[in-house]
Each structure stands twice: as C-alpha cells, then as structure tokens.
C-alpha cells in the first residue's frame, strides 16, 4: 500500500516537474539520481549480480511504463485510468489457473476498484489505445516479476534503474539540461517513484503474491488525488469514495475457497514424497490467515477483544 500510495503522490509532482524538464529529460535525471542512491546504499549491503542482470532485462518494460505515465501525468481520465487497472481481470484469472484456489476477495476487491475509477472519473476522451498499452504493460510486469524467485530486491531495482537511464539518454534529442533552480524534482521523484517504490513492490509480490499487490492500487487513486488538492478539486462523488476504500479494506479479508474433503476438512496434496505417493494432510477449515494478519485484521480483533472483555466468541 505504501507503493502504491507513494506512485500517487509522485503524479502530480510529475505534473509540475514538466514545467520546467521535458519528459526524456525529467526521467533521465530521475533515473540518474536513483542509480547514483541505489550505488551508495549497495556499496555497504552487497550487489547481487544476477539480480541486476534481471533488473536489466525488465528495464525496456519500465521505460515504455515510465514514460507513458509522465506523459499523461495530470491529465490522466477515466479511460486510461479504468482500462490500465483492467489487468487486474486477466491476473485473476492466471493466479486462479494456477492454483485452482479460488479467492472471493479477489473479485469483490477488483469489482469495487473498477467501479470506483468508472464514478470518480469524468469525461473519456483517452486514448484508447495508451490505455491498453498500459494495461498490457502493467500484467506483464506484474508477472515477471511474479516469476522471479531469489532476487535481491535492492540489485533488481538498481539494474532496472541503470538500464532505464540508458535507454532514457539515448533516446533523448536534446542535450541533458539540469536546471539547478528545480534539481528537487528529480531528487524527490527518484526516492517516491522511483527507488522506494519498486523496492516495496518487488518485496510485496514475492511476499504477498501479483494479485494483493495489485489490488492496492486503489490507495495509488486516492493518494494521487489528495496530492493534488492544491492544483485541482478533489471530485466529489461519495459512492466512489465509498468504493474504493471498500477495495481496500477487502484486501484484508481472508474469503478463499479451499478444496473441501470429506466432513468439511480441507485436503492439502504435497509434504513428505515417501515411495513416489504423495501425502495428503487434513487441517481444519479456516477462513481467517492466523498465521498472517494484516494490520487492518490485528486492528480489528484487538477492538473486537478490548469491547468484549476478551471473553471467547464461537
């Protein structure tokens, strides 16, 4: 959530660092500083090679991404903004081909998102076809990412940081102008969109997995919005608002479907292979994680405790 909070805020300051970058310059000095950060901090915990090698590798995909939304920083309308979180749908869907694990907060979550970008936004006059850029841009990231396994976080994020600096001066057509008077832009923009960011993503989809990590886009909606009150009005459509906190809160809930046995015990294939013949483990049935709580859920029974006397509730 804090990614996707912090992408949010980095829009409308995109917005105003256009005024006085362009935006292959804006990027490149970006990039350029998070590079420069990123070196410092891996120079006392270590380079993992291999992982700035993949981090290169996922640069292309970056730059194209980077660059569409300093594009359309501050002017983002309800298609580009509905159609680029339409991955969720497809991701969905993988995740459930996958896994055969159907999970209802999945589709509550991405029903109440959609919902809520198709009230709060007016007018679609987008591009339709930079929306689905976007949001073929954003499933494929998503998922390779998803198939990483064992990279350092930090070392993916610098190798994508380099390479994204490299193809942003190559492509650039005029000359590299710092403009000393506004260096803070691209020092903020290279820590909030940039260093911070990925980081928390890359560590959130291996944790968390692509789906819940996405699913937190609704606070990249309302963090941009609230970020950008001094610039515009805030739209004022309380059923939107409702939704999307509705999309947010869901995220916490644990409402997966398992595979029922017999007596309502869950069957889990897999453990100990003895003889080649997989073991099969029957737990009892739980719809709430308690080996992972999210903040939201430790919140609530610590409130559900406290004004029951901590008495045992069946």
Known sequence: MLASALWG????LTYLALRFY????????TYLFSTVSLMIILAFKGLNGRSVITGL?????????????????????????????????PLILIDYLARRNFNIKYIISTITLLAGLYLLFQGYDDSIYVAVALMV???????????INNADALSLVFGQSIG?????????????MLNPQYIYYPLVLALIGNTIPYTLYTLAIRE????????????ETISSLIASI??????????AWTLLIISILSISLDMRIPNMG?????????????????VIHVVQPRFINEDYQTPITKIARALTFSALGKRKVI
Do not use: F, K
């Open 57 to 89: 590798a996922l640069s292309p995909i970056n730059y194209v991404m980077v660059y569409l939304y300093t594009e359309l920083s501050g002017s983002v309308g309800g298609l580009t903004a509905l159609v680029s979180t339409g991955y969720l749908i």
């Open 208 to 219: 968390l997995g692509p789906v819940e990590t996405s699913l937190t886009a609704s606070m």
């Open 164 to 176: 994204t600096l490299l193809i942003s001066i190559t492509l650039l057509r005029n000359a590299v």
């Open 230 to 239: 001094p610039m515009q009005q805030i739209p004022s459509n309380p059923l």
């Open 22 to 29: 362009d935006a292959g310059q804006l990027i490149a000095w």
């Open 137 to 147: 841009l954003n499933l494929v990231y998503a998922l390779a990412l998803s198939y």
């Open 9 to 12: 805020v980095s829009y409308p």
């Open 262 to 278: 017999r007596h309502g015990h869950i069957l889990e294939i897999g453990g100990p292979d003895y003889c080649g013949i997989d």
